[in-house]
Nanobody, 124 residues
Framework: QVQLVESGGGLVQAGGSLRLSCAAS????????MGWFRQAPGKEREFVAT????????YYADSVKGRFTISRDNAKNTVYLQMNSLKPEDTAAYYC?????????????????WGQGTQVTVSS
């Protein structure tokens, strides 16, 4: 089974950009549908973006559509989340997740494998 480790979080001014990375090991990465979720203090974990094994079917939450881009490099066993035009509302711990399947899901319970999270803080 796959192990996931996120990196790239940090503190950024509103309007700025960050790129998160999620490195996978211990599994066949190319077979996994990958997703990003986030969780702010006092709030439930929410869906951000997901991408198919081939990278051809990205799907985004309405709150980030047009600002965030999910991508993957199967040769490097890595999935990315490029975050542009960041807003204070984007402040959260961001989690990488994986699942085996053929249909996208926005539900955390459908993802079997999770990273430890990386903190993103956007200041006003």
């Amino acid at each position: 089974q796959v192990q996931l480790v996120e990196s790239g979080g940090g503190l950024v001014q509103a309007g700025g950009s960050l790129r998160l990375s999620c490195a996978a090991s211990g599994g066949t990465f190319s077979r996994y549908i990958m997703g990003w979720f986030r969780q702010a203090p006092g709030k439930e974990r929410e869906f951000v973006a997901t991408i198919s094994w081939s990278g051809g079917r990205p799907y985004y939450a309405d709150s980030v559509k047009g600002r965030f881009t999910i991508s993957r490099d199967n040769a490097k066993n890595t999935v990315y989340l490029q975050m542009n035009s960041l807003k204070p509302e984007d402040t959260a711990a961001y989690y990488c997740a994986g699942r085996i399947g053929t249909i996208y899901s926005t539900l955390p319970r459908d993802y079997a494998y999770w990273g430890q999270g990386t903190q993103v803080t956007v200041s006003s």
